[in-house]
């Protein structure tokens, strides 16, 4: 054998080890990409998230998980932009986020068109429904508000309530509500007398809170998230308004409680069983999940700062747990059949108990929760009181 032949032997010896060395080293770990609205007005729910996504497990199906989060500043240009980043130049496997529906339903795009599963973690029912192919690749964590606004107008209707005044954020997520709101009510026989929206931004809305009271409801909806949807009851109250105030889901955290102060006692609103965790009953099948998030996150942020937002991206987290191991079954993390292996997989969850509720997922449903995911409360001496 010649000098040079076996040098050229040695040299794609050496090139057929990198070749098949170096992917190898490429399938190390998961990415996963988190976009939340840490800044701007929805800070006060994408905070706790932030603090949440910093408790989820580093490793995964025998797989170490990196963990890449950006700040949208609670608009939706810049969650898009964020989820561009994550996809294209940090290739992660899969997207959790956003904090704000606006902002989760202009990433289902992007979701789609680089066919990278998504987990939002934002209320409106919209961002999953109705299926087509591109919500295929999206799924979501909290509640829908048609499984919400169910619950206020049931309790209503007990409640002997007959009319209502509606005041929302003039953006998705108020309209989301305001559709399903007029869905529910009209179903219990009660009536909404006034419908109303404002900004996020606004500093006042007494123009709206006086053409509310002018018609005189028995009770007064507010379909905000945040410490936004402070400004409203506080209106309301200073104005004098007796009734019966309702909030959505969307105001489940002890910001909400700090800006509201007295002005927000007495308030009605459905929540996620992880609210009110200490009060479930034992016979309740999410407690001890639920229970579980609550110790550790108040024992890493501090006794009361407990807040249904952050569970909806831990539970997001459990998706992840239970779809991970499984998609690992068929392709490797850094690759599209990976990513369409977790897609599936998080499509097949079955009876999986999270903060929330029991998810079940389906090739049409990929929120998964039902009557188990809701529970109504009452906001008593500046604390969450279940309510039987």
């Not at 964590?141 to 007959?162: F, N, Y």
């Not at 954020?169 to 305001?178: C, F, K, M, R």
């Not at 499984?326 to 997989?345: C, I, V």
């Not at 499509?347 to 998964?368: A, D, F, R, S």
Request: charged residues 20%; proline residues 5%; glycine residues 10%.
């Amino acid at each position: 054998m010649s000098r040079t032949f076996s040098k050229c032997l040695a040299i794609a010896a050496a090139m057929t080890i990198s070749f098949t060395v170096l992917p190898f080293a490429a399938y190390a770990q998961v990415r996963i990409g988190v976009v939340l609205s840490v800044t701007g007005p929805g800070a006060s729910l994408g905070i706790p998230e932030k603090n949440t996504v910093a408790l989820m497990p580093k490793e995964i199906g025998g797989k170490s998980v990196e963990y890449i989060m950006l700040d949208d500043a609670s608009d939706a240009t810049t969650a898009v932009k964020n989820i561009r980043k994550l996809t294209s130049e940090e290739k992660v496997d899969a997207v959790i986020g956003s904090t704000l529906s606006p902002n989760s339903l202009a990433m289902t795009e992007v979701a789609a068109e680089s066919e990278t599963p998504m987990i939002s973690i934002a209320g409106l029912s919209r961002i999953v429904e109705p299926m087509d192919a591109k919500k295929a690749w999206v799924f979501k964590t909290p509640q829908h508000d048609g499984l919400m606004a169910d619950a206020i107008a049931e309790h209503m209707a007990k409640s002997g309530i007959k009319s209502i005044g509606f005041i929302a954020q003039g953006d998705a997520y108020g309209e989301g509500w305001a559709t399903e709101m007029t869905r529910a009510a009209g179903a219990k026989g009660v009536g909404i007398v006034a419908n109303e929206r404002f900004a996020r931004t606004d500093q006042s809305v007494t123009g709206q809170i006086l053409k509310l009271m002018a018609t005189n409801p028995d009770a007064v909806m507010i379909a905000a998230a945040g410490t936004p949807a402070a400004l409203p009851e506080k209106t309301l109250r200073e104005r004098g308004y007796k009734g019966v105030i309702y909030q959505s889901h969307g105001v489940a955290n002890a910001d909400f409680l700090r800006v509201g102060g007295k002005e927000v006692e007495g308030t009605f609103l459905p929540a996620g069983p992880i609210l009110v965790a200490d009060q479930l009953p034992d016979s309740n099948p999410v407690k001890s999940v639920a229970l579980n998030y609550f110790n550790k996150y108040e024992a890493a942020n501090g006794a009361g700062s407990i807040s249904t937002f952050g569970a909806h991206a831990w539970d997001a987290g459990l998706m992840l747990q239970s779809a991970i191991p499984e998609a690992l079954k068929k392709a490797q993390p850094g690759t599209p059949a990976f990513r369409k292996a977790l897609r599936d997989a998080l499509e097949n969850i079955k009876n999986l108990t999270v903060t929330h509720g029991i998810m079940t997922m389906t090739p049409t449903n990929h929120n998964g929760l039902d009557a188990r995911g809701r529970v109504m409360v009452r906001i008593e001496n500046g604390k969450w009181k279940l309510i039987n």
